[in-house]
Nanobody, 121 residues
Framework: QVQLVESGGGLVQAGGSLRLSCAASGSIFRIDAMGWYRRAPGKQRELVAT???????NYADSVKGRFTISRDNAKNTVYLQTNSLKPEDTAIYYCNALAYSTSIPGRRDYWGQGTQVTVSS
């Protein structure tokens, strides 16, 4: 199995920044895309940003120009730099990895436990 552990969430004032990290561990064979999703109170989970193993990125329109996703393939870690945060960015942020494990056949979606980001106005 592949485990994902997020860190870096917290409480920040509007206009502030946070850097989220997500480290993958376990029986990893290969990680393809990694990404960040979020779920705000009373809303469905939505995509924030994704990045392929080759570094191709994709962002939700609501975060373009403010958030930057990056990854360190050697460390199996993905980052999300969040700048100019707004109260509407308040949510639980989840890390995702599309990966092959050495212990389970086939490529699967793996999820972290989530980290809370709260932006005060």
């Amino acid at each position: 199995q592949v485990q994902l552990v997020e860190s870096g969430g917290g409480l920040v004032q509007a206009g502030g920044s946070l850097r989220l990290s997500c480290a993958a561990s376990g029986s990893i064979f290969r990680i393809d895309a990694m990404g960040w999703y979020r779920r705000a109170p009373g809303k469905q989970r939505e995509l924030v940003a994704t990045i392929t193993s080759g570094g191709i990125t994709n962002y939700a329109d609501s975060v373009k120009g403010r958030f930057t996703i990056s990854r360190d393939n050697a460390k199996n870690t993905v980052y999300l730099q969040t700048n100019s945060l707004k109260p509407e960015d308040t949510a639980i942020y989840y890390c995702n990895a599309l990966a092959y494990s050495t212990s389970i056949p086939g490529r699967r979606d793996y999820w972290g436990q989530g980290t809370q980001v709260t932006v005060s106005s």
